[in-house]
């Protein structure tokens, strides 16, 4: 069962626009974490939220936690071709539970 | 600095055969990790170990599954007797206990069982 639900599933924008997912749960996390996955490789951390309503950014991206500690969002601007991958949130540890992602394809 | 390393990278395999992948975790991680990746079920977490014990084996799916590690530097992870549903990417992770929150994975082994 997952405990993380990811929105949308798919997703397929031109190059330049805007864009956020989402990863949802009914449980609270002490921490959650967004990876990316390239085809035909592992997935990268790209960042981890630690505190309710904390806000971080990575150039183009820009992570929420949700005040709650059970959601949270990814939001990229401007998108490039080279953000086509699959987005992938994850919470807990140990026991690491991971949503089921967001394929994004960014065409040029 | 090498990262997690998985081998081999791509197997192909008769169902019945017993199959071994490979992992070397980050030198100096004292956690690891088998994760089992498909379309249907994504990515789900298999066992992992701490110290070279294993911790939580509960994401085993069956008894044709088994993880060892023998020392800090490698695991395997062997499905005997291999079937088609095995088919699937199969993920190394590590981390070290200073820093519990960033996993670093290897490439994974595409497993296909025919």
Redesign the interface.
């Given at each position: 069962t997952q405990l993380l639900e990811q929105s949308p599933q798919f997703l397929s924008i031109q190059e330049g626009e805007n864009l956020t997912v989402y990863c949802n749960s009914s449980s609270v996390f002490s921490s959650l974490q967004w990876y990316r996955q390239e085809p035909g490789e592992g997935p990268v951390l790209l960042v981890t939220v630690v505190t309710g309503g904390e806000v971080k950014k990575l150039k183009r991206l820009t992570f929420q936690f949700g005040d709650a500690r059970k959601d949270s969002s990814l939001h990229i601007t401007a998108a490039q071709p080279g953000d086509t991958g699959l987005y992938l949130c994850a919470g807990g540890w140990g026991d690491m539970r991971f949503g089921a992602g967001t394929r994004l394809t960014v065409k040029p | 600095d090498a990262g997690?390393i998985q081998s081999p990278r791509h197997e192909v395999t008769e169902m019945g055969q017993e199959v071994t992948l490979r992992c070397k975790p980050i030198s100096g991680h004292d956690?690891l990790?088998w994760y089992r990746q498909t379309m249907m079920r994504?990515?789900?977490?298999l066992i992992?170990f701490n110290n070279n014990v294993p911790?939580?084996d509960?994401?085993m799916p069956e008894d044709r599954f088994s993880a060892k590690m023998p020392n800090a530097s490698f695991s395997t992870l062997k499905i005997q007797p291999s079937e088609p549903r095995d088919s699937a990417v199969y993920?190394c992770?590590s981390i070290t206990s200073g820093r519990?929150?960033?996993?670093?994975?290897?490439?994974?082994t595409r497993l296909t069982v025919l």
């Open positions: - | 997690v956690y990790f994504g990515l789900e977490l992992y911790i939580d509960s994401g993920f992770a519990v929150n960033e996993q670093f994975f290897g490439p994974g």
